[in-house]
Every structure is written in structure tokens, then in C-alpha cells.
């Protein structure tokens, strides 16, 4: 009997591995369902590689849009205009490096107006674009740079002799404008692209209503423009 007894338990004891065996290849067995060569996104040493169609690691920097032909707004700045030079064929010949600040005689009223006026001294044609550097100078020592408008810029080409145009507006504190008082001495005006600084005598008898530290002053210089004729 118990021979027998043993022999019974231990042929239970062997189905049950034996069933133990089976399933366990049953599982191995599942993974491999589904289409072949699919395995989907694979994280692989910090980044995921696709299934789909190669793309390149990285894409090539794109270079900055090209800066717009206008001023960006009005900018309060004395210093020259050192944008880009003029395109080729946008004006003609190389940039002016040689030219003579005059001025014309103010016109209108309240806000008034008056020409500076860049002539070119060399012995070629020339293109000047952009806004010229101004700096008025008081009476009283202090100092004004005075602001770009928004207006387009343009390359102008200049004979000989002939010269281009920066209207200049300015507030008469005379005739209203609000602000203090403000005699002008002088002007400081660089011509476009260089660094020739010439110093202009104010021509304006009447005080300017002083406005440096407004965001929209009544005083304040255009690009240069061709000269008007006639």
C-alpha cells in the first residue's frame, strides 16, 4: 500500500510540471504575433528613432530674413546710419564718402520744416541712402539726438556738384509747442554710411519746444531723398 501511495503522488507531482512547461511556452510563444518587422518607436540613447522614412538629424540653421527697406519706427539716434549699403544697381555708383551739409531756408509754421541739404564733393557719381546722423546743441551746453521717422529708404544717386535732401521738422515752442524753451546753437550732422561729423549753424532765430525724452517728439530728421528742382 504504500508503494503504491508513493507512486501516485509522484505521478501527480509529474503532470503538474509537465502542464507547468507547457504554459509557460504558450507565453513565450504569444510575443511573437502581429506583423513581422514592426516594432514601432525605439527610445535609443536619448532619442526615439521612427519606422517611417529617414530624416535628416538636424535641420540647417536658416539664414535671418533680410532687414526691411523702412526704419523700424522712430529711434532716437545722432550717430551716422550704418545700415547695409545700397543693393546693386539701387542707386548706381559706390556710396558717397565726400559730402558738404548745408541747409535751406525754414518753412510753414508751428511744426516747421527746413532741408538739409549733402552735396557731393567728389569727382564721380555716388549713392547715398538712409538717414543722416543730428545732434543739436543749446545755447545752454545741453544736447538733443534727434529721431528717425518710419519713413521708406531709398538710394539716391548723386552727380558731381548735385546733392540730395533730409527734411528736418522741428516744434517752435514760439508758436505753441509743448515743452520748455529750448535755444539751439548748432547742429552736429553726420551724412549717411560715414563718419564725417560737420557742425551747421542753426539757422532758425525762434527757441524749439525741447522734447528729448518723448516717445513722439515734434522734432525729428527723414531719410535722405533726391533734392527737389526747380
Known sequence: MNINGTAVRRGAVSVTAAAFALGALGACGGGEQGPAGAPGNITQAGSVVSTGDPQPSSQPSQPPAPSA?????????????????PAPGGGGGAECTKMKVTQSQPRGSG????????????????????????RLDGADGSSWDLTRTAKEITPIEVAPGQHASADLTYLSAADGGAGPAWQVARMAVTPPHTTDTQIVPWAVGKPVAKQDAATHPGTYIDPVRPAATG
Not at 71 to 81: F, M, N, V
Open 69 to 85: 527697406e523702412k526704419s523700424p519706427g522712430r529711434t532716437t539716434s545722432g550717430a551716422p546710419d550704418k545700415g547695409k549699403p
Open 111 to 134: 511744426q516747421e520744416h527746413f532741408a538739409l541739404l549733402f552735396t557731393n564733393e567728389g569727382s564721380a557719381p555716388c549713392t547715398v541712402r538712409g538717414f543722416p546722423g543730428v
